[in-house]
């Protein structure tokens, strides 16, 4: 495996998302102006074929980094690739001089987070029919 760190949206990240979010789970509006100054991080397979992708961008309002869209090709879960990945974000905020990283789980991946050492903290929100929590960690 390999992973890179892109300053705007790959090709190899849509083709993830489009995967994940549009195509399996419906969402319509999957990307959005935060897609054009986030930091895009993809693993790629040993086949160099994107497997697994998330965007980190700094929120104003939140004053902290916000971790999102972590999606994963369905033939890679269960195999530590979304780990991996939230390490990945979090060495980058790390080398932002940050220490507290945030993100909107949909609540049925928040036990994910919470092995991870995510904590929640808000209201349940709806975002396009899916129930989200938000969830904060101190690295």
Request: glycine share 6%.
């Amino acid at each position: 495996m390999k992973t890179l760190i892109y300053e705007n949206l790959p090709d190899a990240a849509k083709i993830v998302r489009q995967a994940v979010f549009v195509n399996e789970q419906g969402f319509q509006h999957e990307f959005d102006p935060i897609d054009d100054t986030a930091v895009h991080i993809v693993i790629f397979n040993e086949n160099d074929v994107p497997i697994a992708t998330c965007r980190i961008f700094w929120d104003e309002t939140m004053n902290m980094y916000i971790l999102g869209r972590l999606a994963v090709m369905k033939k890679y879960r269960g195999k530590s690739i979304g780990s991996v990945m939230i390490k990945e974000a979090e060495k980058y905020v790390k080398k932002m001089g940050q220490k507290t990283i945030s993100l909107h789980a949909q609540c049925q991946a928040a036990g994910f987070y919470q092995k991870l050492g995510f904590i929640e903290f808000g209201n349940i929100e709806n975002d396009e029919g899916c129930p989200h929590i938000w969830m904060k960690k101190n690295i």
